[in-house]
């Protein structure tokens, strides 16, 4: 059974330089691993991931993510079963949210500011489809497994 998580989280301190590329280094690895294909985006010192894979997998995943000590206020913002995966071509999408235009943001989000907090879980999916329809989701081609 397919399952979808999209959840929130704020960065515990202010993320150097490397934090982006370390995280999706761990996730292209172990993501293609254990069957699990998502996005993350982040800005503001906040990040949106969505999750997609088996129950038990997704499952894990987001247990060990709530041990993390890079991040804290983590808060679940949807949880669905799905038929099929929306985030296929990704161990681990990226979206730097600052390069994301305003009125993108404005679309799905009281504020033209990047806050997963301030939307709904459903409002966080839409923008998500609407980055993988403009091409905003981003990962090194060289890194990204094929499925």
Same mark, same amino acid.
């Given at each position: 059974?397919?399952?979808?998580?999209? #959840?929130?989280?704020?960065?515990?301190?202010?993320?150097?330089?490397?934090?982006?590329?370390?995280?999706?280094?761990? @996730?292209?690895?172990?993501? =293609?691993?254990?069957?699990?294909?998502?996005?993350?985006?982040? %800005?503001?010192?906040?990040?949106?991931?969505?999750?997609? %894979? %088996?129950?038990?997998?997704?499952?894990?995943? #987001?247990?060990?993510?709530?041990? !993390?000590?890079?991040?804290? !206020?983590?808060?679940?913002?949807?949880?669905?079963?799905?038929?099929?995966?929306?985030?296929?071509?990704?161990?681990?999408?990226?979206?730097?949210?600052?390069?994301?235009?305003?009125?993108?943001?404005?679309? #799905?989000?009281?504020?033209?500011?990047?806050?997963?907090?301030? @939307?709904?879980?459903? =409002?966080?999916?839409?923008?998500? %489809?609407?980055?993988?329809?403009?091409?905003?989701?981003?990962?090194? =081609?060289? !890194?990204?497994?094929? #499925?």
């Amino acid at each position: 059974m397919l399952v979808r998580l999209l #959840y929130a989280s704020r960065a515990s301190e202010p993320a150097p330089a490397t934090l982006m590329e370390d995280i999706l280094a761990t @996730s292209l690895e172990n993501n =293609a691993r254990n069957g699990i294909t998502g996005v993350l985006c982040h %800005g503001n010192g906040m990040f949106l991931q969505a999750l997609e %894979g %088996g129950r038990m997998a997704v499952s894990h995943l #987001y247990q060990a993510i709530a041990r !993390d000590p890079r991040h804290h !206020d983590l808060v679940l913002l949807h949880y669905e079963e799905i038929l099929e995966r929306e985030f296929a071509g990704w161990a681990m999408g990226h979206v730097n949210t600052s390069k994301v235009n305003v009125a993108t943001m404005l679309k #799905y989000s009281p504020q033209a500011h990047f806050d997963p907090y301030e @939307s709904s879980g459903r =409002a966080s999916l839409a923008l998500l %489809g609407e980055l993988i329809a403009g091409a905003s989701i981003v990962t090194r =081609a060289s !890194d990204r497994p094929m #499925y």
